[in-house]
């Protein structure tokens, strides 16, 4: 199943990708002893869980005791002559051996070689002078793992055999052998089911741009990785998330008074539940924004590493999240409580501008040819176009849509806009899809 897809801008992937630095012998054994631990507590967890279920075993320990006394008198017959069967079996192996005239076998054979020159090792192919035609699996892995600039890269984050991961696409438009061509240059296995996507290019290792994502999972933190960096299993950032054990690299835990149960201790200013949707922002490249099933919504500086604001406008999960193209500090968020609000990041603590809508939000679209106007899907299958110059903060302004589309029958999960032509969008619903012209409303594809 794929969750969430987004594109990554043509030309900004290295041409060779680094590989991963393996750990050193201080961090495996580091890792080791946190693996330790986390058994141990596995264990002692498992323990307190049990020790009801113990004390109602220790009533029934003499009837099962008899009936082990029982069992093993009847079977000591048995066991005394299978004991004897093997006994002989040993002593027959030996004696088909001949142990006692191991050392008078003849000596002659060299397994090893006469020790010439033939017979040296060679570190590498290219040191044999036996080997005429030299191995260039090297030099064609190499080529494989190689980004044109002209190659279309996309994101897929999916979930197969309940292990998710996110797969990077590289699309060639023309290979050498003419046609075209698609395959997954490689991937990164993810912790937990993966629900959005987010590129970016601020560098979180210094240095101009770079090549990241932000993925946003069923778990609360927000995990940055960098897509230039092969076979990394640990991404380079996480954002929020539960406060762990240094010793053990569990998450703490705080206990609650009501049954027993513990509540997980989060890091300051970290979602509290899954993160649903992620906008980041192009003007302000240190900027992320985060939706999340907590019903609030984030701002994060991804370079500082913490969250700058944390509004809550909406009373049930917010789905997505889009910053307006045009300008930069205008936010827009859907939520399943049936509406859409336009929030200015300059005056967070404002209430915002609300739209109400007849079904839950499923995805949010600003129209990059203007300033002005955005679009919303919904779980009924509707799209409706906004215009937020008709827009008040009143408590009288009805929030009138400019148009309504009955798109689909059931939920539309994704809209897009054309940013070559304008008044063009997509409007997909799982695998089917429609390409609309909006000023007119013809369906074009």
């Avoid at 002692?44 to 003499?62: L, P």
């Avoid at 009288?396 to 400019?402: A, I, L, N, Q, S």
Wanted: glycine share 6%.
């Amino acid at each position: 199943m794929i969750a969430a897809v987004c594109w990554v801008p043509k030309g900004v992937a290295k041409v060779l990708p680094d590989s991963a630095e393996p750990p050193s012998q201080e961090e495996i054994q580091e890792l080791l002893k946190c693996n330790v631990l986390l058994e141990s507590d596995d264990n002692e967890d498992s323990d307190e869980e049990n020790e009801e279920m113990d004390t109602e075993t220790d009533k029934n320990t003499d009837a099962v005791a008899k009936a082990l006394a029982a069992a093993d008198a009847l079977g000591n017959q048995s066991a005394d002559f299978q004991r004897q069967h093997k006994v002989d079996d040993i002593a027959n192996g030996l004696k088909e051996l001949d142990m006692d005239n191991y050392d008078d076998e003849d000596e002659g054979i060299d397994i090893f070689g006469s020790g010439s020159l033939g017979n040296c090792y060679y570190p590498t192919n290219d040191m044999d002078p036996y080997i005429v035609e030299q191995d260039d699996d090297d030099e064609d892995e190499i080529e494989d793992m190689r980004i044109k600039p002209s190659d279309l890269i996309i994101l897929a984050a999916r979930n197969e055999d309940d292990v998710s991961h996110l797969e990077v696409w590289v699309y060639e438009e023309e290979t050498e052998e003419g046609g075209s061509n698609m395959y997954v240059h490689h991937d990164i296995i993810l912790p937990a089911f993966p629900l959005s996507l987010a590129w970016f290019d601020c560098n979180l290792k210094g240095g101009e741009k770079g090549n990241f994502v932000a993925v946003g999972t069923m778990q609360p933190e927000i995990e940055l990785w960098d897509l230039d960096v092969l076979d990394e299993v640990e991404p380079a950032v996480v954002l929020g998330g539960a406060i762990k054990d240094e010793a053990s690299g569990k998450a703490t835990k705080l206990k609650k008074k009501k049954k027993n149960k513990q509540a997980v201790n989060f890091k300051e200013g970290s979602h509290t539940d899954s993160v649903l949707g992620l906008a980041w922002n192009m003007e302000y490249r240190n900027v992320l924004a985060s939706a999340s099933a907590d019903k609030s919504v984030k701002i994060w500086d991804i370079v500082a590493e913490k969250c700058e604001h944390t509004m809550q406008p909406h009373t049930d999960k917010v789905q997505a999240v889009a910053w307006n193209p045009n300008q930069a500090t205008v936010l827009l968020s859907g939520s399943f409580d049936r509406s859409v609000i336009m929030m200015d990041m300059r005056a967070p603590t404002h209430s915002g501008i609300r739209w109400p809508v007849p079904a839950d939000v499923e995805s949010l679209a600003w129209d990059p040819h203007t300033d002005h106007s955005f679009m919303v899907s919904a779980e009924d299958g509707t799209v409706r176009g906004f215009d937020i110059r008709a827009a008040a903060s009143t408590a009288d302004f009805d929030g009138k849509p400019m148009f309504t589309l009955h798109a689909h029958d059931k939920a539309v999960c994704t809209i897009s806009y054309n940013p070559a032509a304008p008044s063009v969008c997509f409007i997909f619903l799982d695998i089917s899809e429609i390409l609309m012209e909006i000023q007119t409303f013809h369906i074009l594809f």
